[in-house]
């Protein structure tokens, strides 16, 4: 009976140990999957930044706003060859697409998910997880002709005076996004400001995507005020990428005459 009840209390010595081990391991198994989804994205980002530079200078101009293959604006995926079944660079690993996709119309990303952008003639859908910074297209036109934020836009390559600074492509719940120095973050970090809110565009990529906790995980209501937790990865118009925090991403230069505020908006 002795020795039975020692091998008894072996096996669950040897259950809690397991057990305890497994609780010490898991957060940092859980930690090495964030930092290798970020990793990839971050090799995404620089693909895109790449290919975009690619094709600037193969066509002397940005991608455009508007492509009569893909209607409907905003259609730089299906510029740079980028729609489809085998986009995997326009997809971060922690934002892929949801399945099933919508079958027509637009979705929205999320720090987790791909947004959605179905053609205005419902022929083509692309996806991905990453925004343009419209402020780089060559055909912005906005419908007011004296509309002063045409001053804004980078309408040759030369007027980017500080490439190392400027965002080109970025993590993001939309397509593009056109930020200025007064917009304010999206309290919700999971979300952002839906890209169908015509102001605060910055809010479409302050989402808490990467930088810490799993991306669905983001937090949900951020006191104004308060720091804003997570980071996004961005390619930047030198050709570098780098992770950029939530909280500074009013410090880079996203339009032609942007001057950084001297306190982020609330």
């Not at 999206?186 to 910055?202: E, H, K, N, Q």
Request: proline share 9%.
């Amino acid at each position: 009976m002795t020795d039975h009840f020692d091998i008894y209390l072996t096996w669950d010595q040897l259950s809690l140990i397991i057990a305890i081990l497994a609780a010490l391991l898991l957060p940092v198994l859980s930690g090495a999957k964030l930092r290798a989804q970020q990793i990839k994205s971050l090799s995404n980002v620089k693909q895109l930044t790449l290919a975009g530079f690619i094709y600037s200078n193969d066509n002397a101009k940005n991608p455009a706003y508007r492509d009569p293959n893909y209607l409907g604006g905003g259609a730089w995926m299906g510029t740079l060859a980028l729609s489809g079944n085998g986009n995997n660079v326009g997809v971060c690993p922690s934002a892929p697409l949801k399945n099933p996709p919508p079958a027509s119309g637009n979705g929205q990303g999320f720090a987790d998910q791909a947004w959605v952008r179905w053609t205005s003639d419902q022929k083509t859908m692309l996806f991905g997880s990453y925004a343009y910074n419209g402020w780089l297209y060559s055909d912005m036109q906005f419908p007011d002709p004296d509309d002063p934020r045409h001053q804004l836009l980078f309408v040759t390559e030369t007027s980017i005076q500080k490439p190392a600074q400027t965002p080109v492509f970025l993590d993001a719940n939309w397509v593009d996004l056109w930020p200025l120095e007064i917009d304010r973050p999206s309290r919700d970090l999971y979300a952002g400001i839906p890209f169908a809110v015509p102001t605060d565009s910055m809010g479409r990529c302050t989402i808490a995507r990467h930088g810490g906790r799993s991306a669905a995980r983001a937090p949900r209501n951020v006191a104004p005020g308060q720091k804003l937790p997570g980071a996004i990865n961005m390619g930047l118009a030198d050709g570098h990428v780098e992770l950029a925090k939530l909280e500074n991403l009013w410090n880079y230069y996203w339009h032609r005459d942007w001057e950084p505020p001297a306190t982020r908006p609330q």
